[in-house]
């Protein structure tokens, strides 16, 4: 079994609007990206995943192709802070596998709230080769 590399993903929601993408960043990163697209052959495992400060929902998302005009995004999985604290989900299993099988593949946090504040965001995310 290959062994992937892990990078800590952080964001914050921007405390003016009640939904919106989370702007990703790493120490691997120039900059903040709105989503990662995995190359073929790369799966992506979500390990854990923290949310903290103001209450939010937060939506991990696919899609299939991310090369498309319009492209279509599916909720994989939803984490839920209902009230001011700190929330960190964190399992033996991955929270969810997405893999990477023609390089279209793409993840994406979104975040959801009821009245706009400021929380934060950060996951641990495997990128590793397909196991056969």
Known sequence: MDRGTLLTLYGSTDGSATVGTVSLNSDWFESAVKYIRLDKGISAKVWDVEVSKGPLTLLIKYTQDVTKG???????????????????????????????????EALAFTWQQETATVSHISALVEFAPIEQ
């Open 70 to 104: 319009t492209v279509s995004w599916n909720s994989a999985k939803a984490v839920h802070l209902v009230s001011a604290g700190h929330l960190d989900i964190d399992r033996r299993r991955p929270l969810i596998v997405i893999s990477g099988r023609s390089g279209n």
